[in-house]
């Protein structure tokens, strides 16, 4: 007769901890519990597991060589059934508009998920319950409570303007940036800061403040104004000539771009998820 997986799986933890008492702790059972396991384990077998020495049980050489092949089997059950489990339910991914489009979507074709599993895309910058998603993306500068962190990179943005807007002007300073229309985002202040140069007085601003990034883009494509952007997610633009970067001065930070996962999880699909996509943002940033 073969030994049951529980009677194992107590056997395990019995030679982990060196300890009848320790391993019924670990385990949520009692010593008397734990104790007849080990009994009739032995019986089953046929050999002693463990020798006392005072007040100690030691595990046997062969236990103890044993145990290691346990625990391996234990490991590779529990990785099947998170296989298994990743197979079937999808990994839900909460994303804000502008990352979803413009870093995230154009890659994730690319993206094998552990056991086959669908991704489920949440896309939304609100604050989320972490029993609501598997992967969280959001800006800040980190310390979330009760989450993993994964950094991803700096928020950062520069002006970006259209060629045909700024048709044979030359922009070589910030304070250029006084002939042309601003669109309107709230770090211009900061990023003149950055430049190291006083805001100008002077600066015109468009009358629509577009808000979301995506709008801001559009505008600045079609002519409107000069954007504030992103040159790591709207870089597509810059290499396809719909806008141009006239200036050198980036701001980054101090906010960054972060995957969360809840506080503790293991599973292998929300931490390859994770692994994954700091891979990706290495690779855009080798670009």
Same mark, same amino acid.
């Given at each position: ?6 009677? #194992? =799986? ?6 982990s901890v060196? /300890?009848?008492?320790?391993? *019924? ?5 009692? %010593? ?8 009739? #384990? ?5 050999? +002693?597991?463990f020798t006392?020495?005072? =007040?100690?049980?030691? %595990? &046997? %050489?062969?236990?103890?060589?044993? *145990?290691?092949?346990? =625990? ?17 339910? @999808? ?13 995230? *979507? ?6 094998? *998920? ?10 939304? /910058?609100?604050v989320r319950? @972490? ?26 943005? &520069? ?10 002007? &030359? ?12 669109? @309107? ?8 800061? +950055? ?36 040159? &790591? ?8 000539? #719909? ?18 996962? +809840? ?25």
């Open positions: 007769m073969r030994p049951s997986v529980e009677s #194992l =799986r107590i056997f395990e933890m019995c030679v060196s /300890s009848f008492a320790g391993a *019924a702790d670990r385990l949520a059972l009692t %010593p008397a519990a734990v104790s007849l396991r080990i009994r009739s #384990l032995e019986a089953e077998l046929g050999q +002693r597991l006392r020495v005072g =007040r100690r049980v030691v %595990p &046997t %050489p062969a236990a103890v060589t044993l *145990a290691c092949q346990v =625990r391996h089997a234990l490991d590779d059950i529990n990785n099947a059934l998170d296989a298994f489990q990743a197979g079937i339910t @999808p990994l839900r991914v909460t994303v804000p508009p502008t990352f979803a489009s413009r870093f995230l *979507a154009p890659r994730l074709s690319g993206y094998r *998920a552990t056991g086959g599993a669908t991704i489920e895309l949440d896309i939304s /910058s609100d319950d @972490p029993t609501a998603f598997d992967v969280a993306i959001r800006t800040g500068r980190g310390g979330w409570d009760g989450l993993d962190e994964y950094p991803l990179t700096p928020v950062d943005v &520069t002006p970006m303007v259209a060629p045909t807007l700024l048709g044979s002007r &030359t922009l070589t300073a910030p304070e250029d940036l006084a002939d042309l229309n601003l669109l @309107p985002h709230p770090d211009w202040g900061k990023w003149f800061a +950055r430049a190291e140069r006083p805001m100008p007085s002077g600066l015109r601003f468009a009358a629509v403040d577009y808000s979301i990034f995506e709008l801001i883009a559009n505008a600045a494509v079609s002519g409107l104004g000069v954007a504030l952007l992103s040159p &790591t997610l709207f870089r597509p633009l810059l290499d396809d000539g #719909l806008l141009v970067a006239p200036l050198a001065t980036v701001l980054q930070g101090p906010d960054w771009y972060f995957a969360l996962i +809840r506080e503790g999880d293991q599973r292998p699909a929300p931490r390859g998820f994770c692994a994954w996509l700091c891979e990706q943002v290495r690779q855009a940033q080798d670009w």
